[in-house]
Structure formats: C-alpha cells, structure tokens
C-alpha cells in the first residue's frame, strides 16, 4: 500500500463549485504539504502544516484553504473553484527528526475547473 | 526567474547514450534533492545531496553537488527508455527550516 494517498486521483468541477482534495499518510511523519503542479512553473507551495495545530500559508494560498484533521490527514480546499486552478496537486510528507527533512509524495490529483 | 533553474527544459536522447541535466541556485545552497515523475504521476526520491563535492549514485543516474557554483548536476549513463520522465531539483532553503524550493522540471524522452 501507498505511503501517502490522495483523493480523488481525478476531478473535473465547474468554475464556483466548492472542492476537497484530500490526503492520508501512513508514515507517521509530522509534516505534511500541499504544492500545485503547473507546465513551465514547476511545484508551488501552497500550505503547510507542522503538527496537527500548526497551519502555515505557503507562497501561492489565495483562493485555498486546508485542514489538519489528524497527523495522518491533511485536506485542501478550493471554496469556490476557478479555471485557474486547473493544475496538478500533490500532497508531500516529511519528518522534522530527519536532518535534511526528504519530501515524500503522493500520486497527485489532477483537477480541472471549466 | 525562477530561484531554481533547470536546464535544458527538454531532452530528447537515443537509447544508450548518455545525458546531463543541470541545476543552477540564485541563493545559496543548503542541500539539495533530485526527483524523477513519471509523466502524469508522483514524484520518486532519487538522492539528496547535502555537502559540496559530494556525488551520489543510484544505478546508472550519478548526481553531483558544486556548491561554489551553486549548482547541481545529474549524469545518466546508457540511458533507456526506463528514464523518461521529468527530473526535478529541489534546494533546501535555510539550514533550520523545512522549505523546499523546486525547479521547473527536464523533460527526457527516450527514443528506442
């Protein structure tokens, strides 16, 4: 079984729908991210958390908002979609006991707003 | 400009030959992770580099750390069509923060 999983893995959505991508770790990491994957721009954070009570913007959060429900559940929202956010998300985990701090990802959800 | 940069953006390469990939920091580099994505998909932890002059291999991909320079190579010997993908870098930002910073991305595509 995956590590770090994501769902839906696919999404098509109209522009002003609401959308949760969600994510769930095995790994026991404290860390956890969201980045989004656009052509030519590469991975841009979105937000991220540290534990459970910590919640951090990254440097792309407008229009985006997320949920620590557990250690092992990190949940990003799109209140209300626009085709902008078309893109490619993905959720990483990592552990603050390691020095270098290695991103682990999941599958990726590719979402589309028309 | 991105602080990352990744060059060339694509690559295209008959099977066997031998290719490399570069990736040049604007800032200084605390450490630095190479990925490979399979086109459509997650991303695979490929090796990480923390000290200048170190070089890590992984079968046949050698990554190599030039921190004077700030940059950032990865060496594919006698490619196949296994390698296609898109490799990314990504530089540890801060020696006591988490933040990871990511290039754009190389596409390579393996012809057989």
């Known amino acids: 079984d995956a590590d770090v999983t994501q769902t839906p893995r696919n999404r098509i959505t109209k522009t002003g729908k609401r959308i949760m991508l969600e994510c769930s770790q095995t790994?026991?990491?404290?860390?956890m991210y969201w980045y989004r994957q656009d052509p030519g721009l590469g991975l841009r954070l979105i937000y991220y958390?540290?534990?459970?009570?910590?919640?951090n913007k990254g440097e792309i959060s407008d229009g985006y908002s997320v949920s620590r429900q557990a250690q092992a559940k990190f949940s990003l929202s799109l209140e209300s979609a626009i085709p902008n956010q078309t893109a490619l998300y993905f959720c990483?985990?990592?552990?603050?006991?390691?020095?270098?701090?290695?991103?682990?990802f999941g599958p990726g959800t590719r979402l589309t707003v028309l | 400009s991105q602080e990352l940069e990744q060059s060339p953006q694509s690559l295209i390469v008959q099977e066997g030959k031998n290719l490399t990939i570069n990736c040049t920091s604007s800032?200084?580099?605390?450490?630095l992770y190479w990925y490979k994505q399979k086109y459509g998909e997650g991303l695979i932890f490929l090796m990480m580099?923390?000290?200048?002059?170190e070089e890590k291999s992984h079968e046949k991909i050698t990554a190599k750390l030039d921190e004077k320079k700030q940059q950032s190579s990865l060496h594919i010997t006698a490619s196949q069509p296994s390698h296609a993908g898109i490799y990314l870098c990504?530089?540890?930002?801060?020696?006591?923060?988490?933040?990871?910073?990511f290039g754009a991305g190389t596409r390579l595509f393996v012809k057989a």
């Open positions: 990483a985990t990592s552990d603050s006991g390691q020095g270098m701090d290695e991103q682990f």
């Open positions: 790994k026991g990491h404290d860390r």
């Open positions: 958390s540290f534990d459970v009570k910590d919640i």
């Open positions: 800032k200084t580099l605390y450490g």
């Open positions: 580099l923390q000290k200048g002059g």
């Open positions: 990504g530089a540890r930002r801060g020696t006591g923060g988490f933040k990871t910073i």
